[in-house]
Structure formats: C-alpha cells, structure tokens
C-alpha cells in the first residue's frame, strides 16, 4: 500500500459514497420489504418453498462469490486500478436483475420457482460484484485512517437515510404506481405496481453507481510488483492468516442477521401484529432519525472509547432497546423504542466493522505482499447474503410453522395468536440473542494491533 499520498478525501468524493451507499440500502430495503410479499402473496408459492428457494439461492453464493473475488483480485484494468471500474460495468446488469426479480411471469407455482431461482442465481451474480466496490472502494480512496473513518461514516450516512427511505417512502412509491388501493397488505392485484417500483429501484441503482464512479478515485496501489496470479485455495490462507478478517466476518454476519430481521419483520409486524401497514412509516422514521444522529457521532465516539469499546457499546445499545419490546411487543410506544435503540447500534456497527475492513486490507498486503481488496469485500458480501437467506429461511419456515395463510391477508383477516407470536420473535428475543452474540465477537478484534505485529514481524513496511 503506497503511502505518499495523504490528501484528505473532499467532500464532493465523500458524497460519491454516500449517494451509492443510499441507492444500494433503498434497493436493499425494496428487495428484503417486499420479495417475500412478491413470492408468497403475489405469486402465491408456499411459505417452506419460498424459503427453501433461499436456502438453494445461499449454496448458490458459498460458490460463486469466492470464485468471483478471486477471479476479481487477480484482474487490473488498463487504468491501474482494481475496483473502481467494476461500479460502470455492473450498473445496467444489477439494474435488469432486480427487475427480473419483481417480474411475474404468469405461469404455474413450478414454472415461478424454477425461473425465480434462474433469476435470483443472475441477480445473485452481478450483486456480488456491485458489492466489490461497495465493500472495497472505502480502504483502496486513502491510506489515511481518519480520511477511512470519514468515508465510513458518509457511507453510514447514505446507508440509514436508503434504508429509511426504502422503508418509508417505497410504500408510498408502490402506491404511486397503482398498488395498495383499498387494502393495507399487498396481494395479488399489486403485482403490476411492484413491477413498476422495481423498474424505478433499477434506475436508482444505474445512477448510484455511475455518481459514484464519477466522484470517487482509486488512489491506494500495491506496493510491490507482484502481479501473479493467486489461486483460490492460496487466497484463503492469506485471509485466514488475518485473525482481524476472520473475527470481523463474523461480526458483520451478526449484523446482516439483525439487519434482515428488523427490514423483514416491521412489515409483517404493522401488518398482522397491530393491524396496520402504515405504522411501519413512522416506525422507520424513528430508525432513520437515529441513524443519521449516529452516523455522524460514531467516529467520534471511535476515538473517544476505542475501537474495540465502541463496537461492544453498538451491541449492548441493540440489546437494551429490545427489552422494554420483549416484556410488552404489542405496545407502539415499545416498537418505537425498539426502532430507535437498534439505529444507534447498527449504525454504529456499520461504520465500526467498515473501518475494520479497511485496515483488514493493509493487514493481508503486510504479511502476504499482495491487496486482496475483492476478496476481502466479497468476504463479507457472502456472509451479509448468507445471513440474508438464514433470516429469510427461519422467517419463513417460521411463519408457515405458525399456521400464516396468504389467503387471510388476501381477504384483510388478522393471522391467528401463534402467527403474531411468532412475529413478536423475530422482532424482539431474536435479535437480542444476536447482539449478545456480536457483543462476543467483538472482544478478540484488534485491526490496530495485528497491523503493527504484521510490520514488525516484515522488519517494516513503507
């Protein structure tokens, strides 16, 4: 990693990441929203088939992501650089996949899962290599770590104002394009109106990942010459060296889980909980108002209580906020709280193992003399997607368990006692067992100090 260029990061590159970061996080939050919505209440598939199409759609990614970051890692555009470019060359194909996931075809519940998977195995593809400047770009635009805690925290930023958004204002896009007219749960009539918003979500991420490749530059070169390839098997020893990379991944699987849990459940929760779709808005608006306070203040409080502190606070404030729920889940105010107190702590946790990762980076080119950037991005985007589909399995599995009926939210029927119950779960003890697990993997995360053991033990590093 060359070291002689320190310039601090302006802010017209800082709102590069932000603007990519949010359209990714609206995109995300339409996706996790409504896709289950789509399979189970528009095309009408069964809750444990839905589910199992995710499960095939993991075992999916655990091959193909690897296999990408190491295709990816040993590419260099004639520019020099490693990742940027990815951001002009994935915009359309990632845009086309989320449409082609929102389509329905009209054929039978067999024909729907077997072009579902096809789609989601296409859409799964080009997601993991949108992923490889999202994750990469933050450690390879400056060597300086107060320029990394700044991108991270603008790229927070982008991320709780897209995941808000996402929540409060896609309902309201659905029902601009004709959806939702009558009835407060989507059903079937709504599938043309998710269509359309799917159209509009691909093309927030044409221009996300354009604005972002337009403002950003890629300045952090490899130091040494070493340009041979790396197999794949070669690439994991590298990476599994890095105890930092190992205990991060696990700490940002805890927080995909949290994260899905929260966007699939609020909706359900409104819905067949409290009766009522549109709580969800100021629900959210609660999340994004928290979110966009932390975003700003957690690097601050990085440099006040210390890395390792600071990520154990972000995973005690997730787990007090779900108690008052816990103890009493139909309460609004509760959900409110809930809301807020998750904000804080996933904000945190985002900026906190984002910084992580960036010194992650410098970690694996100190002890092996090679940058592994998509690695170390698509490392994370695996265990995010894998984290997404363990969510979407024990959601839907869950629910059909519980006895859920799309039919009853076809006619606006409340699901039954167990349902809600359930619901409350994934809402509430769930994801508090979750941030006491993140609150355990953080104790062993030290990216500073495996740095300066890896520069020792090289006799230095320029």
């Known amino acids: 990693m ?127 290599f949108r992923g490889i400047p999202y994750n990469g770009m933050g450690a390879l635009a400056s060597p300086n770590d107060e320029d990394r805690k700044s991108i991270n925290a603008f790229r927070s930023l982008g991320a709780c104002i897209g995941s808000g958004i996402g929540a409060v204002a896609v309902p309201m896009i659905v029902k601009a394009f004709g959806g939702l007219k009558d009835h407060k749960v989507i059903n079937s009539s709504d599938s043309p109106a998710i269509f359309k918003s799917a159209m509009f979500m691909g093309v927030l991420i044409v221009l996300g990942c354009l604005l972002h490749y337009f403002t950003t530059k890629e300045r952090v070169r490899q130091v040494s010459d070493n340009t041979e390839k790396v197999g794949i098997v070669d690439t994991y020893k590298m990476l599994f060296r890095c105890k930092s990379w190992v205990r991060n991944m696990f700490y940002v699987m805890c927080y995909g889980v949290s994260t899905c849990l929260l966007t699939s459940s609020i909706t359900y929760y409104c819905a067949y909980v409290l009766n009522n779709s549109s709580l969800a808005t100021p629900i959210m608006a609660a999340y994004l108002v928290a979110s966009i306070v932390f975003s700003i203040i957690t690097p601050r409080i990085d440099s006040l209580l210390g890395r390792k502190k600071a990520m154990g606070l972000a995973a005690i404030l997730q787990v007090v906020g779900k108690i008052p729920f816990i103890l009493t889940p139909k309460s609004i105010i509760n959900a409110f709280i809930n809301a807020v107190f998750t904000g804080m702590g996933l904000t945190m946790t985002f900026v906190l193992f984002n910084t992580n990762r960036n010194a992650i ?45 799309a039919k009853l939210a076809d006619e606006g029927l409340l699901q039954n006692i167990a349902t809600q119950n359930t619901i409350n779960a994934l809402l509430g003890w769930i994801p508090a067992l979750v941030g006491i697990l993140m609150f355990v993997c953080c104790i062993g995360i030290d990216t500073d100090k495996e740095l300066r053991e890896a520069i020792a033990e090289k006799g230095g590093y320029r």
């Open 361 to 405: 980076s410098d970690i694996v080119e100190v002890q092996n003399g090679r940058r592994m950037d998509a690695m170390v991005s698509t490392g994370d985007t695996l265990v995010s997607k894998i984290a997404e589909a363990a969510v979407d399995k024990l959601f839907l599995v869950a629910l059909a368990a519980a006895g859920f009926s």
């Open 2 to 128: 060359e070291k002689e260029n320190k310039k601090t990061i302006g802010l017209l590159e800082k709102l590069g990441f932000m603007s990519f970061s949010a359209s990714t996080n609206i995109v995300f939050n339409f996706k996790s929203t409504y896709y289950k919505f789509f399979l189970t209440s528009i095309l009408l598939i069964d809750p444990v088939a839905a589910s199992n199409m995710a499960l095939v759609s993991t075992f999916w990614d655990i091959a193909n992501d690897p296999l990408i970051g190491v295709w990816a890692d040993n590419i260099r555009f004639k520019s020099g650089e490693k990742v940027r470019p990815w951001l002009k060359y994935i915009a359309v194909p990632y845009a086309v996949g989320m449409v082609l996931l929102f389509t329905d075809f009209g054929v039978s519940e067999r024909w729907d899962i077997i072009l579902g998977l096809t789609v989601f195995f296409f859409y799964e593809i080009v997601n993991t």
